[in-house]
């Protein structure tokens, strides 16, 4: 008992505000694997005495499913922005990172939260020994306890950012000597689609990221989808 008071008076004058927001912290950490938990739908137990002809189909429809990324769905009002704007500058700019996924956004909100709260602990528990070890400035405390939580949510972002930019410009490198190899394959009597599955293919070894995109040209033109089209959503990618 006596070493709890002497802990707490070694607090100073921020002893309360840090016991206080402490206790918040842990009771929101405690509390938010409840308030996200999906609950049963009682009309899903009724799907159990399905005959067998209706479950074969519902099987073969679950392995079409992706398998692994859905264990964020229950979290995806959490986990991703409402706002259809914001959420389409975010897949934009993932997509641009070269993150395809259609769960990119999920993992990228979920990246910045889980390594927010880790830094956040981190702070704690470096703010704790340092004032243990002795006196200390506010400012000190503050930059100590929330300097890792700064920059564990920030740090994904920064991630992305680079990792856009260096995309962009490996792209930018090679795509001078895209369009020569499409010029030689359309003059040699090749379609606009034969030669670009054919410098996709050739792209591959000095300009991978590149090569990635004309290979999701050639498909969609391979699907019907118009030429123009196809091309803009390519220059939107890149």
């Avoid at 930018?172 to 689609?193: H, I, K, R, Y």
Wanted: net charge neutral; charged share 25%.
């Amino acid at each position: 008992m006596q070493s709890m008071l002497d802990t707490y008076a070694s607090l100073g004058s921020l002893g309360p505000v840090m016991i206080a927001g402490t206790a918040g912290f842990l009771m929101v950490l405690f509390t938010l694997p409840f308030l996200l938990k999906k609950e049963d739908d009682p009309f899903d137990r009724l799907n159990t005495g399905k005959s067998r002809q209706h479950k074969e189909p519902e099987k073969a429809e679950n392995l079409r499913a992706s398998k692994g990324s859905n264990k964020l769905d229950r979290y995806a009002d959490f986990l991703e922005p409402q706002d259809q704007k914001e959420f389409s500058a975010v897949k934009l700019k993932l997509t641009q990172a070269g993150y395809q996924s259609k769960n990119s956004v999920r993992f990228y909100y979920f990246a910045q939260f889980s390594l927010g709260m880790l830094g956040l602990i981190i702070g704690g528990v470096a703010t704790f020994f340092q004032m243990q070890a002795g006196d200390v400035t506010t400012n000190k405390m503050l930059l100590t306890g929330l300097g890792p939580a700064v920059m564990g949510y920030m740090g994904p972002k920064y991630w992305v950012t680079k990792r856009q930019a260096k995309r962009q410009e490996e792209i930018t490198n090679g795509f001078p000597d895209s369009l020569d190899m499409l010029l030689v394959c359309v003059e040699a009597g090749q379609s606009f689609d034969q030669a670009i599955r054919r410098v996709s293919g050739e792209l591959k070894a000095g300009f991978p990221d590149l090569a990635f995109e004309f290979d999701i040209v050639s498909h969609e033109l391979k699907a019907g989808k118009d030429k123009g089209s196809v091309l803009r959503d390519m220059s939107e990618r890149c």
